[in-house]
């Protein structure tokens, strides 16, 4: 079965960004981040360091990513959670995974399935696993960014490593030319929650084995208590999503972060 996919195109090419206020906030407070993340909010279960599970056995070495090129026009499939989906925003069109489109100057497909994970069927789709497997070899994207997942974090760990590498394994045959980047769960509450900052460090070691690019919105402060409220909506609806300008947000720190690592020179792989 193949499931529907949306795709938005760029009102314009790599124009510059005009931030949003809590952008600026968010930024300010980027050195203090790792003190926020230890700090009381709410009944949020307490903090831990990024370490992954201790029930698993030891990955590669780390490979040096290859450069990452993203063209002006570049079809980039954006994989992911509700967050991808634009859950929350006022439109799901107005989500990150689409603004993205225009930040970067792309054609941008978007697959998202609220409440799925690498271990955990969504709302309206299996897990990532199964939904890779029924992605489209024809869609032949240029760049893959697969977020997430927070949704895994009440069944991790049993398990997790191998339906990480299983899934990411089935993307890579299915687009093999395509450049891969993992974009690490942010937090929707603070603390950040023990089980996600593992996830997030899990992640981070599986990618790095294979040579692919990790962005890690825990370890750069995207979401502080500094602009926790502007860039999550805690209400009945919104259930601790982000909001509209918290999506438009999280598109501006991504791209400035692809931006980022577009630009970081190739290191060779016996380079201290």
Same mark, same amino acid.
Not at 13 to 36: I, N, Q, Y
């Given at each position: 079965?193949?499931?529907p996919?949306?795709?938005?195109?760029?009102?314009?090419?790599?124009?510059?960004?005009? $931030?949003?206020?809590l952008?600026?906030?968010?930024?300010?407070?980027? /050195?203090?981040? %790792?003190?926020?993340?230890?700090?009381? +909010?709410?009944?949020? #279960?307490?903090?831990?360091?990024?370490?992954?599970?201790?029930?698993?056995?030891?990955?590669?070495?780390?490979?040096?990513?290859?450069?990452?090129?993203?063209?002006?026009?570049?079809?980039?499939?954006?994989?992911?959670?509700? $967050?991808?989906?634009?859950?929350?925003?006022?439109?799901?069109?107005? !989500?990150?995974?689409?603004?993205?489109?225009?930040?970067?100057?792309?054609?941008?497909?978007?697959? !998202?399935? =609220?409440?799925?994970?690498?271990?955990?069927?969504?709302?309206?789709?299996p897990?990532?696993?199964?939904?890779i497997?029924?992605?489209?070899?024809?869609?032949?994207?240029?760049?893959? @960014?697969?977020?997430?997942?927070?949704?895994? =974090?009440?069944?991790?760990?049993? !398990?997790?490593?191998?339906?990480?590498?299983?899934? +990411?394994?089935?993307? *890579?045959? =299915?687009?093999?030319?395509?450049? @891969?980047?993992?974009?690490?769960?942010?937090? *929707?509450?603070?603390p950040?929650?023990?089980? %996600?900052?593992?996830?997030?460090?899990?992640?981070? #070691?599986?990618?790095?084995?294979r040579?692919? $690019?990790?962005?890690?919105?825990?370890?750069?402060? $995207?979401?502080t #208590?500094?602009?926790?409220?502007?860039? @999550?909506?805690? !209400?009945?609806?919104?259930r601790?999503?982000?909001?509209?300008?918290?999506?438009?947000?999280?598109?501006?720190?991504?791209?400035?972060?692809?931006?980022?690592?577009? *630009? *970081?020179?190739?290191?060779? /792989?016996?380079?201290?």
């Amino acid at each position: 079965m193949t499931y529907p996919l949306c795709m938005h195109a760029p009102d314009r090419s790599r124009a510059r960004r005009l $931030w949003l206020p809590l952008a600026g906030a968010a930024l300010a407070v980027a /050195a203090v981040c %790792t003190v926020a993340l230890v700090r009381p +909010w709410g009944m949020a #279960e307490p903090a831990a360091p990024a370490t992954a599970a201790d029930d698993h056995t030891a990955v590669a070495a780390s490979i040096p990513p290859t450069p990452l090129a993203i063209e002006d026009g570049a079809r980039v499939l954006v994989f992911g959670d509700s $967050w991808v989906y634009g859950s929350a925003a006022s439109d799901p069109s107005l !989500g990150f995974a689409y603004l993205l489109a225009d930040e970067l100057g792309v054609e941008t497909v978007v697959d !998202g399935v =609220r409440g799925s994970g690498y271990l955990k069927p969504g709302i309206d789709g299996p897990a990532y696993g199964e939904r890779i497997a029924a992605l489209d070899p024809a869609l032949d994207p240029d760049v893959i @960014i697969v977020e997430g997942s927070i949704n895994d =974090r009440n069944l991790y760990p049993s !398990g997790y490593r191998d339906a990480v590498t299983s899934a +990411w394994d089935a993307l *890579q045959t =299915r687009y093999p030319d395509a450049a @891969i980047v993992i974009l690490g769960p942010a937090p *929707q509450v603070l603390p950040v929650q023990k089980p %996600t900052a593992a996830i997030d460090a899990d992640l981070a #070691e599986l990618a790095a084995a294979r040579g692919w $690019w990790y962005v890690s919105p825990i370890a750069e402060g $995207w979401i502080t #208590e500094a602009n926790y409220l502007d860039a @999550i909506d805690t !209400g009945p609806v919104g259930r601790n999503h982000p909001s509209t300008a918290g999506h438009a947000y999280l598109a501006g720190r991504l791209a400035d972060d692809l931006e980022r690592l577009e *630009q *970081q020179p190739a290191v060779a /792989a016996d380079a201290p």
